[in-house]
């Protein structure tokens, strides 16, 4: 039986005339590492604040460890969580921050010192436990709320996009560190961040939601290699995948700028009866220039001028203008090409996403 | 740093000047509380007005005489006292319905809020009359009980705290509910250590309210030992047998207590009253 349960679940707050999350369905297993990611707006912190029961459930039932909690309080639902403002207690000092759910808990003195100095100890802040809140970096505030998360020893950990205020180099290590936390606690985590690059790191599944509504839940890779429909393909992955209008009309695809190109039997063979306009997706990495590819798909080549190009270190991307759309290929470090340079191209036909017009969603 | 220095020379004695305008009747009362009638009589209308007597065994005659003849100790004391009960009760009252009308979320809040902010433009002695009856009525006329109730409520206090509650992180509190803190705990442990600046001021004009007020103890209170320090400036200054140095020693003695508060809490008086237009306060 799943750990945490959502069975319809649905808010709508008073006078608003849509629903925030519609219709949420999710079962996630003790000790799992859940990611809730979208862009802003789309209902995670929401329904994260639904399990916390700081917001009200206006539909559905939500069930922790086999007991309904809709109108249990957030301290009875055995939750800890992790802020994105940290909400660290800024009058007592690192260690009370991380001693006082304890100390309410009626915990006995012995024992409060024992986990206080242990959460302490794990997480690092044995120099900091006698400052205050404003006397500490951002990642060691993190780290506090972290340590005041995990010293509870509750069943489920929330957090709410607990490293958006981190620099970019201080995310990638705490990252690490909850990972690393995660996996020695094996506590069942909830994870909300507009990142995707974390949600991809750090989650055993994600849950991308958008206007409410789940778009998909699946590992990581599943994600990335299977997107549901648009809106997923198109929010996973860095750089973004590549769109097209195209129509199909045998196994011939027309660009909306008259490029064309063959599709192999293979394709086709997933595509039964759709013909006509859809939307083609390919990932900048499966746009190939090197010299192997053009020669196995050297009848799809295609030639297009360099209007930008960002140098990563370990891999260059590089933007033209092909099939009516701005085009992003992910190339290795080794692939340079400056502004300006033609290039010749091909698409990895094996790695084409075919996505309705209408719909949006994913063919195959 | 450097470039600065001549303008702010300029400034400071600006401000030095200013500053010993205002104080010039302090000192006057200062040196001459310490001088016998005759003195200050004989010093009028010269310098020596602004300078003490030379230190001898009755330099503080005034003051002995003071605190010997007259209860005026007791009535400080009273209303040290009164102070106290008033700065607590008004802290938790006041402060609990500060963090109500900024915090809790309840029908036309907003409309209660003004209405508070309204009954700060009403002078206190327009209902002083109908505080008296009411106190009068509940039989409590000269008891602690009856001059404190109705001074409780503040709306001033109200709008202080609220401004200040308002900017108060809402996750702090759904950290402390996870923590198994209770709202009440919650306004105690949390709340009002994260605000001690309007705790401060709202305490220091408290204390100021008490210690000058006169009509509202003039009017609960006949027992004479129950006074306050205005009452009992009054009624020994209003004395015949009182000497003009004695009524400089008492007006000393009554005016020593604000001057050291204002010295002790002037930066949290200014950032309290800062704090309260200002949403980041």
Same mark, same amino acid.
């Given at each position: 039986m799943s750990f945490i349960?959502?069975?319809n679940?649905?808010?709508q707050y008073?006078?608003a005339?849509?629903k925030?999350?519609t219709?949420?369905?999710l079962e996630i297993?003790?000790?799992e590492?859940?990611a809730?990611?979208?862009?802003?707006?789309c209902g995670?912190?929401t329904?994260?604040r639904?399990?916390?029961?700081f917001e009200d459930i206006?539909?559905g039932e939500?069930?922790?460890?086999g007991?309904?909690?809709?109108?249990?309080l957030?301290?009875?639902?055995g939750?800890?969580?992790?802020?994105?403002?940290?909400?660290?207690?800024?009058?007592m000092t690192v260690?009370?921050?991380?001693?006082y759910g304890l100390?309410?808990?009626?915990?006995?003195?012995?024992e409060?010192k024992?986990?206080?100095?242990?959460?302490?100890n794990?997480?690092? #802040?044995? @120099?900091y436990?006698?400052? /205050?809140p404003?006397?500490?970096?951002? $990642?060691?505030? +993190?780290?506090v709320?972290l340590?005041r998360?995990?010293?509870?020893?509750?069943?489920?950990?929330?957090?709410?996009?607990?490293?958006?205020?981190?620099d970019a180099?201080?995310?990638v290590?705490?990252r690490?560190?909850?990972?690393?936390l995660?996996?020695?606690?094996?506590s069942?985590?909830?994870y909300?961040?507009?990142?995707q690059?974390?949600a991809?790191?750090?989650?055993?599944r994600?849950?991308?939601?958008?206007?409410?509504v789940?778009?998909?839940?699946?590992?990581?890779?599943? #994600?990335? @290699?299977h997107?549901?429909? /648009?809106?997923?393909?198109?929010?996973? $992955?860095s750089p +973004?995948?590549n769109?097209y209008?195209?129509?199909?009309?045998?196994?011939?695809?027309?660009?909306?700028d008259g490029?064309t190109m063959?599709l192999?039997?293979?394709?086709?063979?997933k595509l039964?009866?759709?013909?006509g306009?859809?939307?083609?997706?390919?990932?900048?990495?499966?746009i190939?220039?090197?010299?192997q590819?053009?020669?196995?798909?050297?009848e799809n080549k295609?030639?297009?001028?360099?209007?930008?190009?960002?140098v990563m270190g370990?891999?260059?991307?590089?933007?033209?203008?092909?099939?009516?759309?701005?085009t992003?290929?992910?190339?290795?470090?080794y692939?340079?090409?400056g502004?300006?340079?033609?290039?010749?191209?091909?698409?990895?036909?094996?790695k084409?996403h075919?996505?309705?017009?209408?719909?949006?969603?994913?063919?195959? | 740093m450097?470039?600065?220095?001549?303008?702010?020379i300029?400034l400071?004695?600006?401000?030095f000047v200013m500053?010993?305008?205002?104080?010039?009747?302090?000192?006057?009362?200062?040196?001459?509380?310490?001088?016998?009638?005759a003195?200050?009589?004989?010093?009028?209308?010269?310098l020596?007005?602004?300078?003490?007597p030379a230190?001898?065994g009755s330099?503080?005659e005034?003051?002995v005489?003071?605190?010997?003849?007259?209860d005026?100790?007791?009535?400080?004391l009273?209303?040290?006292?009164y102070a106290?009960?008033?700065?607590?009760?008004g802290?938790?009252?006041?402060?609990?319905a500060?963090?109500?009308?900024?915090?809790?979320?309840?029908p036309f809040?907003?409309?209660?809020?003004l209405?508070?902010m309204?009954?700060?433009?009403?002078?206190s002695?327009?209902i002083?009359?109908?505080?008296?009856l009411?106190?009068?009525k509940?039989?409590?006329?000269?008891?602690?009980?009856g001059?404190?109730?109705?001074?409780i409520?503040n709306p001033?206090?109200i709008?202080l705290?609220?401004?200040?509650?308002?900017?108060?992180?809402?996750?702090?509190?759904?950290?402390?509910q996870?923590?198994?803190?209770s709202?009440?705990?919650?306004?105690?442990?949390m709340?009002?250590?994260?605000s001690?600046?309007?705790?401060?001021?709202?305490?220091?004009?408290?204390?100021?309210?008490?210690?000058?007020?006169?009509?509202?103890?003039?009017?609960?209170f006949?027992?004479?030992?129950l006074?306050?320090?205005?009452?009992?400036l009054?009624?020994?200054t209003s004395?015949?047998?009182t000497?003009?140095g004695?009524t400089?020693?008492?007006?000393?003695m009554i005016t020593i207590?604000?001057?050291i508060?204002?010295?002790?809490f002037s930066?949290?008086?200014v950032?309290?009253?800062v704090?309260t237009?200002?949403k980041?306060?």
């Open positions: 349960e959502f069975k679940i649905e808010k008073p006078g005339d849509k925030s999350v219709d949420f369905n297993n003790e000790g590492f859940i809730f990611v979208g862009p802003s707006g995670k912190s329904t994260l639904m399990i916390a029961g206006t539909g939500l069930y922790i460890d007991k309904k909690v809709n109108d249990v957030p301290r009875d639902r939750i800890a969580m992790v802020f994105q403002n940290y909400a660290l207690y800024p009058h260690e009370k921050n991380i001693s100390k309410n808990m009626k915990v006995p003195a012995d409060i024992r986990k206080t100095d242990w959460a302490i794990i997480l690092g #802040l044995e @120099e436990r006698n400052r /205050k404003k006397n500490l970096s951002g $990642g060691q505030r +993190q780290r709320a340590g998360a995990i010293v509870k020893n509750q069943k489920v950990f929330l957090m709410d996009e607990p490293l958006s205020n981190l180099k201080l995310r290590s705490m690490n560190e909850i990972s690393k995660h996996r020695e606690l094996g069942t985590t909830i909300v961040t507009h990142d690059v974390e991809m790191t750090m989650a055993d994600i849950v991308i939601m958008r206007n409410g789940i778009q998909q839940v699946g590992k990581p890779m599943e #994600l990335y @290699e997107p549901a429909n /648009k809106f997923v393909a198109g929010f996973i $992955g +973004q995948m769109f209008d195209i129509i199909l009309k045998g196994n011939i695809i027309t660009f909306a490029n063959k192999p039997d293979s394709v086709i063979f039964p009866a759709q013909q306009e859809m939307i083609l997706g390919i990932r900048g990495e499966d190939k220039l090197d010299q590819n053009l020669d196995v798909f050297s295609h030639s297009a001028v360099i209007e930008n190009a960002e370990n891999e260059n991307n590089l933007y033209f203008t092909f099939g009516g759309s701005q992003i290929a992910r190339v290795s470090k692939e340079i090409s502004i300006g340079d033609k290039i010749d191209f091909v698409f990895n036909p094996a084409l075919f996505f309705d017009k209408n719909t949006e969603v994913r063919y195959v | 450097r470039k600065n220095s001549i303008p702010r300029i400071t004695v600006i401000l500053s010993l305008f205002f104080l010039f009747p302090v000192i006057w009362m200062l040196a001459n509380s310490f001088k016998t009638d003195a200050i009589t004989a010093d009028m209308n010269s020596r007005a602004f300078v003490p230190l001898n330099f503080f005034n003051y005489t003071v605190i010997k003849d007259t005026f100790i007791r009535y400080m009273n209303t040290l006292f106290a009960i008033l700065i607590v009760a802290v938790i009252v006041n402060g609990l500060g963090y109500a009308l900024a915090k809790i979320k309840f809040r907003e409309r209660w809020a209405i508070i309204m009954l700060m433009i009403v002078p002695e327009t002083i009359t109908i505080n008296f009411f106190v009068a509940m039989g409590l006329l000269n008891t602690i009980f001059y404190i109730l109705p001074m409520v001033f206090n709008f705290f609220r401004q200040v509650f308002v900017s108060l992180p809402d996750d702090v509190w759904e950290a402390a996870l923590d198994y803190c709202p009440v705990k919650y306004f105690f442990t709340v009002l250590p994260m001690k600046t309007v705790v401060a001021t709202v305490s220091v004009f408290t204390f100021l309210g008490v210690w000058n007020d006169y009509l509202w103890p003039s009017l609960v006949t027992s004479s030992d006074l306050t320090a205005q009452i009992g009054n009624s020994i004395n015949d047998n000497t003009m004695q400089l020693a008492v007006i000393t207590p604000v001057i508060i204002y010295a002790l930066k949290q008086i950032e309290g009253v704090s237009g200002s980041e306060g």
